[in-house]
């Protein structure tokens, strides 16, 4: 099982432009979220999906679209970057019962210039 | 909403010796409470996480205490290992299909040999 994964890896922007980055699990999942990390400032969620069908806005979701397109996949759109969406972002997934664990999949660095 | 806190920002131990990160945690109704690790250029992972109706958790040198009264939790790590090296991460959030989670700014901690 290859888990989260995301794609790209890395991506640099100029102000302006669109883009949009892609997370997909095989964990079967019901919940995946999208979240950014800044140097200092910990993990924080832009949207999250708490199942098929599903989204909702997390602690920073302006400047930011997602859409849950299957149970395996949620992507993450930046319809016109700033530099202060500079960052790096992981997806994650969960599944409720007996462990609330959010797997986290390697993360993208995003670079608006 | 919920607004977590955590300290310190950097901790340095010697090795075998005990180290401590506290989170407070400000809304009375969370009722979930993880602890991540995340190692230099690597993804987040859970290393133990406590339910409000727990007060203590263990499992072997890792520990968490929860204080639901004042509202903060702690991480506890005995006997530290240079593989302890790692920036570690508390949340705070409720259990309703998603967590919702809000992490804390995170806590660099050195293990000196």
């Known amino acids: 099982n290859a888990g989260v994964t995301q794609t790209p890896k890395f991506q640099v922007l100029k102000t302006g432009q669109s883009m949009t980055l892609q997370c997909a699990q095989d964990?079967?999942?019901?919940?995946m979220y999208w979240y950014r990390q800044d140097p200092g400032m910990g993990l924080r969620l832009i949207y999250y999906?708490?199942?098929?069908?599903?989204?909702d806005k997390g602690e920073v979701p302006n400047g930011y679209n997602v859409s849950r397109l299957n149970k395996r996949e949620f992507s993450l759109r930046l319809e016109s970057a700033a530099p202060s969406q500079t960052s790096v972002y992981f997806c994650?997934?969960?599944?409720?019962?007996?462990?609330?664990?959010?797997?986290f999949g390697p993360g993208t660095r995003l670079t608006v210039t | 909403g919920e607004n977590v806190e955590q300290h310190p920002s950097t901790l340095s131990v010697q090795e075998g010796d005990s180290a401590v990160i506290k989170c407070t945690y400000s809304?009375?109704?969370?009722?979930?409470f993880p602890w991540y690790k995340q190692e230099l250029g690597k993804r987040p992972q859970l290393i133990i996480d406590?339910?409000?109706?727990?007060g203590e958790k263990k499992d072997q040198r890792i520990a968490v205490t929860l204080n639901k009264t004042a509202k903060h939790f702690s991480l506890h790590i005995t006997e530290t290992q240079p593989e302890d090296s790692a920036v570690y991460f508390c949340?705070?959030?409720?259990?309703?299909?998603?967590?919702?989670?809000?992490f804390g700014q995170g806590t660099r901690l050195t293990i000196n040999p």
């Open positions: 949340a705070a959030g409720k259990i309703q299909g998603a967590q919702k989670l809000v």
């Open positions: 406590i339910r409000s109706n727990v």
């Open positions: 809304d009375s109704a969370s009722n979930y």
């Open positions: 964990m079967n999942h019901n919940s």
């Open positions: 999906s708490a199942s098929e069908g599903t989204t």
């Open positions: 994650a997934s969960s599944e409720s019962g007996l462990s609330y664990e959010q797997y």
